[in-house]
């Protein structure tokens, strides 16, 4: 950990800051599509941003500084969405149509998730990092893979494909424990990362279900409300 609180908030408003400006370039410039780079920003974003929380003093200060740099990001969607600021790159980036207003929705809600799991759970417990890495990894991976991948429809949800639905398993999953292993092995994760093993599964289930439901822009919130329900129930707090 950095001693200094104002260079751990440095570093990880840069690293996050980067992440964001490199895929708006990327879209903006043909490179990549808007809906990749928006899924892209969507699962990167979030293990940039939970392990610079590792860089932050252990003092009351650092959670509300910490969330300070997705509230910042948030407001700055919020201002591009409603159109008082006009960033073309931002809305290539982050939106399917190409229209601003989209960021009113997914992107978003996708912030304001962030900021209040940051300031509720901080690194103190699991649940907030399960539910942050469902949201990322999970949901992100799930749109990618469903829409390179050929395979069957959901019955319930005839634009879900079950590729889609297992990589939301799959990618949940994976960034859950290997953010879990780094947190471990920093000695904020108490006893064997083995024994949460089970838990994370069925949080990880339960979040590839709820994303399965055939309901738009609102999977930002669905999932990690229901990773934090489970995560009380199934996780140390």
């Known amino acids: 950990m ?3 609180i104002w260079i751990a908030f440095g570093v990880t408003f840069a690293a996050a800051l980067i992440w964001l400006r490199v895929n708006d370039f990327l879209a903006h410039r043909g490179f ?23 860089l932050f003093p252990d003092t009351l200060t650092s959670r509300f500084l910490a969330a300070l740099i997705p509230l910042a990001i948030t407001v700055q969607f919020a201002l591009v969405g409603l159109g008082v600021v006009k960033d073309q790159a931002a809305v290539d980036a982050m939106s399917r149509t190409g229209q601003r207003e989209e960021i009113l929705r997914g992107p978003l809600f996708y912030g304001i998730v962030f900021v209040v799991l940051t300031l509720v759970y901080w690194r103190d ?11 990322c990894g999970g949901d ?43 947190y471990q092995a920093s000695g904020f994760l108490p006893g064997d990362l083995v024994n949460y093993l089970p838990a994370i599964t069925v949080i990880a ?9 055939p309901f738009s822009d609102i999977d930002n919130l669905t999932v990690p409300a229901v990773a934090v329900l489970l995560g009380h129930l199934l996780l140390p707090f």
């Open 140 to 182: 992100g991976l799930a749109d990618i893979v469903g829409k390179r991948i050929k395979s069957a429809a959901i019955p319930w949800a005839r634009k879900k494909s079950v590729a889609g639905t297992l990589a939301m398993f799959a990618g949940g999953w994976l960034m859950s424990v290997g953010v879990g292993v780094v």
């Open 32 to 54: 990549i599509s808007g809906p990749l780079s928006r899924k892209l920003i969507h699962m990167g974003t979030g293990p940039i941003f939970v392990l610079c929380w590792l």
């Open 2 to 4: 950095l001693n200094n």
């Open 125 to 135: 417990s699991l649940i907030g990092i399960v539910a942050l890495m469902l949201l």
């Open 205 to 213: 289930l339960a979040g590839m279900m709820v994303e399965s439901l």
